[in-house]
């Protein structure tokens, strides 16, 4: 099989649905190229790519000795530095191999604020983080992909893409403006081969480096037996992770540009008749 080189970004905020696409690119046979905002965590992550790896059965699958060498990490800590993510998708074209499949999965949350709480610099470092740092990327990935005629650029977003509730005027603005510039890079690029996917993740992923975090060990298992687990109330990362996978491998004459992804219990975001009181 030919091999490919997937380029992900991705934050600590983000790291459960990150991890759960490798193991499914490596059960397909890819090599993996990723990018890590926090420098530190990159050997780490590398080695727990490696150690769970599992078939298509679920099972944990032993690895050859040159899996090492087909996992590349990357650590950045200034990404928004002049040219850090340009120079870098340069160096991974030159020196492993073409990116056909980039997916986004940057996190643009800043915190649950009212207007007069937010400040100017948490407004711009959201738009910055969903919108910014994907218009990089696309600016000079996008040519080599047209070069090539084809290409996947898959877009995590949130519910805050489709709607603004109080609290979220950061986030909301961001992920707003992560849409659009979804819809216009597919506008511009699908009839020249690449598949721009926006992904609405409409819904709590059970993942314990982002809901785990934000509700604390104990509430988080609380849900997770309440709502999670056998109840399928929560997205699992690893179902994300089979969507994304679908979504690269899609025939062009059938690209999903925008889909949604929610637990079958959950009432959709425009369902929600009193979602602006409870933000």
Not at 158 to 171: E, P
Not at 248 to 270: G, K, V
Request: aromatic share 8%.
């Amino acid at each position: 099989m030919k091999k490919t080189t997937i380029q992900k970004m991705y934050d600590n905020n983000t790291l459960s649905i990150g991890e759960l696409c490798d193991n499914k690119i490596y059960r397909k046979d890819k090599k993996l190229n990723f990018v890590e905002w926090d420098n530190d965590d990159v050997q780490s992550l590398v080695s727990e790519i490696i150690h769970t790896l599992q078939d298509d059965y679920g099972y944990l699958k032993p690895q050859p000795k040159s899996t090492a060498g087909n996992i590349q990490g990357n650590g950045i800590y200034n990404w928004e530095a002049h040219n850090v993510l340009e120079d870098l998708i340069v160096s991974i074209e030159q020196d492993i191999g073409p990116i056909e499949v980039l997916i986004y999965n940057l996190g643009a949350q800043t915190g649950m604020k009212l207007l007069d709480q937010t400040t100017h610099k948490e407004f711009e470092l959201g738009w910055r983080m969903a919108s910014f740092g994907l218009f990089r990327v696309a600016k000079v990935l996008c040519p080599l992909m047209v070069e090539r005629k084809k290409g996947n650029i898959i877009v995590t977003s949130a519910t805050a893409a489709m709607r603004g509730n109080k609290t979220q005027h950061s986030h909301s603005a961001a992920m707003g403006a992560r849409r659009m510039l979804c819809q216009s890079l597919n506008a511009e690029f699908a009839s020249q081969g690449i598949h721009v996917a926006h992904v609405v993740i409409d819904g709590a992923v059970d993942a314990p480096d982002t809901l785990g975090k934000l509700l604390g060990p104990e509430l988080y298992q609380k849900m997770r037996e309440v709502k999670g687990m056998e109840n399928d109330g929560l997205i699992l990362p690893e179902k994300i992770a089979d969507t994304y996978y679908h979504i690269a491998q899609q025939h062009r004459s059938t690209w999903t540009h925008e889909i949604d992804i929610r637990a079958f219990s959950d009432l959709a975001w425009w369902n929600h008749d009193t979602m602006l009181d409870k933000d």
